[in-house]
Each structure stands twice: as C-alpha cells, then as structure tokens.
C-alpha cells in the first residue's frame, strides 16, 4: 500500500507523488523527532538526486520551486486517524527539475545507506530514494 498525495498543480487530476509503507514507517520516526516535515527534491548530482528530507520550514522554497503534493502520514493508518493533528508533508521540486520529470511519478522509498548530512534520516543509517515511473 503507499500514501498517494494530494493534487496541488492547477489544471491536474492525477498525484505526482507517492510514499511506501517503509517510508511511512520512518517518517513517522522522523516526526517524532523532528516536528513537522517537508522533501525538496532538486536538480544535479551527488545528493541532489535524492529526495531531501527537511524540518518543515528549514529549506526555504521560492518562485523556482514547484509544489507536487501534500502527503498525509495518516492516510491509510488508522490507529492514526483522529488522534492527532494531521501530519502533512510537503513534497517541492526545482522548477528546473520538473521540466525533466514532468511526466513522472514520483514513489519515495527507502533503503539502507547512509544519506546527505543535510536529510533528517541519514543519522538513521537509511536514506529515501525516488523510484519513478511514467504518468499515464
């Protein structure tokens, strides 16, 4: 099962992100220990091909940034539902990078590995990934 996020482009239908079970499972973790949290998702190599995981609020997005959705933690959990202020996510993409992956979907995942020292999730010895495929 994944956490499909909300519509936030104008003149779409369809979500453009997605998160995994696993995912879910570490953001989780991550909240607790961070608050509220937020993806930048930029251009580039090295890190900046991963999916980066902020503090809400810490990576300021602007005018060259697009907003792809909104995830819900609690989406799909109901020992969740109800008991908490909704837990939402903001997932950004460079505005540059989505003139490239405009027809992707985008499915953040998990796997072993050590992460950028700039994402929450790399002191867990984790680090989310984009696993894509076309929109259609």
Not at 96 to 109: A, G, I, K, P, S
Not at 118 to 134: D, M, Q, T
Request: glycine share 10%; hydrophobic share 40%; proline share 5%.
């Amino acid at each position: 099962m994944t956490v499909e996020a909300s519509v936030t482009i104008p003149g779409e239908t369809l979500s453009r992100v997605a998160l995994t079970d696993t995912a879910v499972e570490l953001l989780e973790k991550l909240w607790l220990i961070h608050g509220p949290l937020m993806f930048h998702q930029s251009g580039g190599c090295c890190d900046g091909s991963s999916p980066m995981c902020y503090p809400a609020g810490e990576f300021i997005t602007a005018e060259a940034d697009v907003l792809l959705g909104v995830l819900d933690l609690s989406q799909g959990n109901p020992a969740a539902a109800g008991n908490d202020a909704p837990r939402l996510i903001e997932f950004w993409m460079s505005r540059e990078q989505f003139e490239y992956w405009r027809h992707t979907h985008l499915t953040v995942d998990v796997v072993q590995g050590r992460g950028s020292g700039f994402s929450v999730e790399a002191p867990e010895g984790k680090r989310f990934l984009i696993r894509s495929r076309l929109m259609g």
